[in-house]
């Protein structure tokens, strides 16, 4: 079966710069999402990773090793409004387009 | 470019009733996805559609869900009878291509008493 792991909660403090990791395991690999979730809303569209390396964007950097199946998510500067849940999730069925999530990490940000 | 629509916004029932929930997708997406988020998880597959014909639909319990994507555009989601473990959030997403951005709606948060 299909399977995505990372770490339920995490705490870190403003100003710092946190890591969360993320694991899977599926049938075929189109690429790998990060997506940020409030609590109450829908997720939103943080990066996507298709190739092995690291994508940089703003203070969110993401890291992709398809050989490992790992990537992180890389937040820098953080500041409150980064308190969140982070979801990772693997594109994978090749042309079926299936998406998959894992449980998501509460990230919280401490003064 | 507007976003995927969903209603009702919040639904609360009484449990063995019935429930439908309405998506339409961003213009010319084809695939459509039914997420049930449950509070503190993440989202899990319900049913993805490919235009009106089913692509997965391994993780809806048959028994009581149910979904249909008439004439590829709009879906709609019914539970009945719905149960209390049903409470959750369910966010319907579309996408374009194959590795393509998956767009979010805002969701419909489901309380079965």
């Known amino acids: 079966g299909q399977n995505i792991d990372q770490p339920t909660e995490m705490t870190a403090t403003e100003g710092a710069i946190v890591q969360i990791n993320c694991t899977y395991q599926?049938?075929?690999?189109?690429?790998l999402f990060w997506y940020q979730q409030h609590a109450g809303e829908a997720p939103t569209f943080l990066s996507y990773?298709?190739?092995?390396g690291l994508e940089e964007k703003g203070r969110f950097s993401s890291f992709l090793s398809r050989s490992k199946g790992y990537s992180y998510l890389l937040l820098k500067e953080l500041q409150m409004k980064d308190s969140a849940s982070y979801l990772c999730?693997?594109?994978?069925?090749?042309?079926?387009?299936?998406?998959?999530f894992g449980t998501g990490t509460l990230l919280a940000v401490q003064p | 470019e507007a976003g995927v629509a969903q209603s009702p916004r919040y639904k609360i029932i009484e449990k063995r009733q019935s429930v439908a929930f309405w998506c339409n997708p961003i213009?010319?997406?084809?695939?459509l996805y039914w997420y049930q988020q449950i509070l503190g998880q993440g989202p899990k597959l319900l049913i993805q559609?490919?235009?009106?014909?089913?692509?997965?639909d391994s993780q809806l319990p048959k028994d009581r869900f149910s979904a249909e994507r008439l004439k590829g555009v709009d879906s709609t989601l019914k539970i009945q009878p719905a149960k209390l473990e049903d409470s959750a959030v369910y966010l319907c997403?579309?996408?374009?291509?194959?590795?393509?951005?998956?767009?979010f709606g805002s969701g419909t948060r489901l309380t079965v008493v």
């Open positions: 997403a579309s996408s374009l291509v194959r590795g393509g951005g998956y767009t």
């Open positions: 599926t049938s075929g690999f189109n690429g």
């Open positions: 990773n298709v190739l092995d």
């Open positions: 999730a693997v594109n994978y069925g090749g042309a079926t387009n299936k998406l998959i």
């Open positions: 213009s010319g997406h084809a695939t």
């Open positions: 559609f490919q235009n009106n014909g089913v692509v997965d």
